[in-house]
């Protein structure tokens, strides 16, 4: 199924956020950004293409447990 226009904004938005995770080391910051994430792909549209996530991305959300 391609990914719809509605699931471009998401993917984006987890890309930077995953980003602001990398950024930071401060554990209640990672974990307010965790819930963040959690939030996005929770919300996000059905479409949404995990494959097209980059690999840094991908990465931290499977460390994170967050692709079921």
């Known amino acids: 199924m391609a ?11 987890i890309e ?7 950024l ?5 910051m ?8 959690r939030h996005l ?3 996000a549209d059905p479409t ?3 494959s097209q996530l980059s690999e840094v991305a991908l990465e931290e ?3 994170l447990d967050l692709l079921h």
């Not at 990914?3 to 984006?12: G, V, W």
């Open 3 to 13: 990914e719809s226009a509605l699931a471009t904004l998401p993917r984006k938005q």
């Open 16 to 22: 930077a956020t995953v980003g602001e995770l990398l």
């Open 24 to 28: 930071t080391d401060d554990f209640y």
């Open 30 to 37: 990672r974990l307010e950004i965790s819930e963040r994430l």
């Open 41 to 43: 792909i929770a919300h």
């Open 48 to 50: 949404l293409d995990r």
């Open 61 to 63: 959300l499977e460390e």
